[in-house]
């Protein structure tokens, strides 16, 4: 019997079921990280660049600077996206976009803060796997050593692996 069953005074053992299919590895957040440690980590990044499509970069713009004037204690001019010919985009619509890193953590803490219950399914969701994403490359940064090298790419937006997506085949 549970704590809760010796409270209330029922003795009725509850089975909780199995869950369905394990837990995803890639999951996120991540229960053993901080998010205050992964934004931390995301303000440290000299620089990034951002690759998806161009609708996605526009709305996760507008929507990390309406959160963060929503937030009393946050300072919006931490997120301070890139604009005009910083901002490269191909024929295709995929944009790439340099980021620093308060502009990155301010992107990492708008992701966190869309997994708040308030928040729509389609929020919590762009919110989980742009998350995902910047924290996948924070796990593989290395300490800069003075040497110039490349800068991390992160993609936002994954490919439908067949042509036509209707297709059988």
Aim: net charge negative; proline share 6%.
């Amino acid at each position: 019997m549970g704590i809760l069953g010796k409270l209330v005074g029922n003795d009725d053992a509850v089975v909780v079921p199995a869950p369905s299919r394990p837990v995803a590895a890639d999951s996120w957040p991540r229960k053993h990280v901080s998010r205050n440690d992964e934004v931390a980590k995301a303000a440290g990044v000299g620089l990034s660049r951002v690759r998806c499509h161009h609708t996605t970069w526009t709305y996760l713009q507008e929507q990390v600077h309406h959160q963060h004037k929503l937030r009393i204690r946050t300072q919006p001019q931490a997120f301070r996206p890139p604009t005009g010919d910083e901002i490269t985009t191909g024929s295709d619509g995929i944009v790439t976009v340099p980021l620093g890193g308060s502009s990155l953590a301010a992107v990492l803490d708008w992701c966190h803060e869309m997994q708040g219950v308030l928040n729509q399914d389609l929020e919590r969701a762009i919110g989980k796997r742009v998350g995902l994403a910047i924290s996948q490359a924070l796990d593989n940064l290395t300490p800069f050593d003075g040497q110039a090298r490349s800068t991390t790419v992160i993609w936002l937006d994954d490919q439908i692996a067949v042509e036509n997506p209707m297709s059988t085949q």
